[in-house]
């Protein structure tokens, strides 16, 4: 039984230790989450201090996905600062687990950011994937619409050539 649910900075920061090792596991399984290999325990930390200083300033939200209280997948709600986009917000930071892919969880995790988004009043959503992935495939199901791609956009996860990224947005 899959449960999401937003954490309060408290909890998000009591379990910084879970949401690093679900990034590195990501980034060591190949998933282009703006990371190259060698991915260290460092270099997770790092990102997720600053972004937990963000969410305690109120600047993201951010969702844990559990199974029997082990968590298997994180995403965040990026609010957008500008002050005439008020009712916008990115996606980012979508990771399920490697060994629980494929079993819904990614879906259950989009579709309660999306209820979060919408009870905070954040009714266009923006996103952007590594083209030809699971991420694409599932946001394009999910209703999201294709705005673009880019080409050469980022450098793969193994260091080796580059790979394209397609945008998505969803009005809520
Ligand atoms: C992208 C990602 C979050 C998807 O998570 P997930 O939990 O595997 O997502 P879902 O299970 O909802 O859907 C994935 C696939 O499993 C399938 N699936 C879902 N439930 C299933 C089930 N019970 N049985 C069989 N297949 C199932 C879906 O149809 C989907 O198939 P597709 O990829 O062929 O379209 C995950 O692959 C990941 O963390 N990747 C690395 C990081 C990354 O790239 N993040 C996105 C950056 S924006």
New binding site residues.
């Given amino acids: 039984m899959i449960a999401v649910r937003s954490l309060s900075p408290q909890e998000a920061r009591a379990r910084r230790a879970e949401l690093a090792d ?1 990034l590195v596991d ?2 060591q ?5 703006n990371f190259v290999w060698p991915m260290t325990q460092a270099k997770a930390d790092a990102w997720w201090d600053g972004a937990l200083a963000s969410h305690d300033a109120g600047e993201r939200l951010i969702l844990a ?1 559990e199974s029997g209280g082990q968590m298997v ?1 994180t ?1 965040q709600l990026v609010l957008a600062p500008q002050e005439n986009q008020r009712f916008r917000a990115d ?8 060994s ?11 579709t309660a950011v999306e209820e979060e988004a919408r009870r905070i009043g954040r009714t266009l959503l923006t ?4 083209t030809g ?3 694409e ?3 394009a ?1 999910m209703g999201w619409q294709r705005f673009g791609e880019v080409a050469d956009y980022a450098i793969n996860p193994d260091g080796k050539g580059l790979h394209g990224a397609t945008f998505f947005f969803k009005k809520l």
Avoid: H
């Fill in positions: 679900l990501s980034v399984s190949g998933g282009a989450v996905a997948g995403v996606v980012a930071k979508m990771l399920v687990l490697s629980a892919r494929r079993q819904g969880i990614g879906a259950a995790l989009l996103l952007d994937t590594r992935e699971s991420g495939r599932l946001y199901r």
